[in-house]
């Protein structure tokens, strides 16, 4: 009996996934959620990341920049992957230009 009830089951599960257009509409609130989450999630950030990209690429001597880590200074030399930032008269630090987080306005001090 267990064989014949086991072998029943596992048609019945194999019957309904045999439905076309339901299984299909099952999908759907999957499918809207992700559409919802890369429009409001993952486009902004990679559009941020693109204009920081950029920002870093336009880099120059000169530039007074803020880092990631709240530092304030002005670029007195930049590598590849490096920027010296000096940050008082006598003190320069030497830092990856990822770390730079923006540009400061002239407005900002």
Do not use: M
């Given at each position: 009996m267990t064989i014949i009830s086991m072998?029943?089951?596992a048609w019945a599960?194999?019957?309904g996934a045999a439905e076309g257009p339901a299984g299909l509409l099952s999908l759907v609130p999957f499918i809207l959620i992700f559409v919802i989450?890369?429009?409001?999630?993952?486009l902004p950030q990679q559009?941020?990341?693109?204009?920081h990209r950029k920002m870093l690429e336009a880099l120059k001597k000169g530039d007074k920049?803020?880092?990631s880590s709240g530092i304030w200074g002005s670029i007195t030399r930049l590598d590849k992957?490096?920027?010296?930032v000096?940050?008082?008269?006598n003190t320069k630090v030497k830092i990856q230009r990822e770390n730079i987080s923006r540009i400061r306005t002239t407005d900002e001090g």
């Open positions: 072998a029943s089951v599960q194999g019957a989450f890369y429009f409001l999630l993952i559009r941020k990341q693109k204009e920049v803020i880092t992957e490096t920027a010296t000096q940050i008082d008269d």
